[in-house]
């Protein structure tokens, strides 16, 4: 469930045709994707454009990710994809995740990414102060160190 202390995103969208398998059942990869667009939600909505977070020098680089499926979702099905920031630190952070179905509101799948940030030359670096800042509000307690 998602929690009830901070900001959580919610991006509502029809299941896609292309995104089911032969059994008419969303595929399991497209719900990586679907956490992507829903962590790209929570930025907009957090005010902190990623695509301007790049242009800036960095990248959140994916280092591990994690689904774990508990109701299948179906094709035209309305589904809300909920965000929120787990945990943030100098150097990383982790968003989570729930697939829920939009009109029952049942959770269907949870999961979360880590995420570590680099510069455009490979390496690890402090997250910029800007995005913490903005990443923070959305937070209950967030922790400023590694």
């Not at 896609?16 to 962590?39: L, P, Q």
Request: hydrophobic share 35%.
């Amino acid at each position: 469930m998602a929690p009830q202390d901070r900001f959580v995103s919610e991006n509502t969208f029809h299941i896609r045709y292309a995104e089911t398998d032969s059994m008419g059942i969303t595929h399991h990869s497209n719900y990586i994707v679907f956490f992507e667009e829903a962590r790209s939600h929570y930025s907009r909505m957090r005010g902190a454009d990623y695509a301007d977070f790049e242009r800036s020098g960095y990248w959140l680089t994916v280092v591990e990710v994690h689904a774990r499926y508990i109701v299948p979702t179906r094709y035209a099905q309305r589904i809300s994809a909920c965000c929120w920031v787990e945990e943030l630190k100098s150097r990383s952070m982790m968003f989570g995740y729930e697939i829920i179905d939009a009109d029952t509101r049942q959770v269907c799948v949870t999961g979360y990414s880590k995420h570590v940030c680099i510069d455009h030359s490979g390496r690890v670096a402090h997250i910029p102060a800007g995005w913490i800042s903005v990443m923070k509000t959305g937070l209950p307690d967030a922790k400023d160190g590694d």
